[in-house]
């Protein structure tokens, strides 16, 4: 069955950097494309980003566009989030998703 594994995700300063893995089964990974979403709490889930199964041309919320990066290596079945210049309003839930599956998520905290 499909399975989304997330980790990396933890407690960072303010301008510190985060990279968050997503380790996919189930599937065939390199056919799909795939997003990268956030839940803080008391709000709704959002897109981070996305990539296609090509890896170019990704696409990004404005609130991450020139810090985060989304990246997949189809060889490992693994999917990656690049956080940069981290602010406190990035905390939240980070969840993988692959059309209708998700993952369990992993948490980003960004406090002083």
């Known amino acids: 069955q499909v399975q989304l594994v997330e980790s990396g995700g933890g407690l960072v300063q303010p301008g510190g950097s985060l990279r968050l893995s997503c380790a996919a089964s189930g599937f065939t990974f390199s056919k799909y494309y795939m997003n990268w979403f956030r839940q803080a709490p008391g709000k709704e889930r959002e897109f981070v980003a996305g990539?296609?199964?090509?890896?170019?041309?990704?696409v990004y919320a404005d609130s991450v566009k020139g810090r985060f990066t989304i990246s997949r290596d189809n060889a490992k079945n693994t999917l990656y989030l690049q956080m940069n210049s981290l602010k406190p309003e990035d905390t939240a839930a980070y969840y993988c998703?692959?059309?209708?599956?998700w993952g369990q998520g992993t948490q980003v905290t960004v406090s002083s």
């Open positions: 998703n692959a059309d209708n599956s």
């Open positions: 990539i296609p199964w090509s890896g170019h041309n990704p």
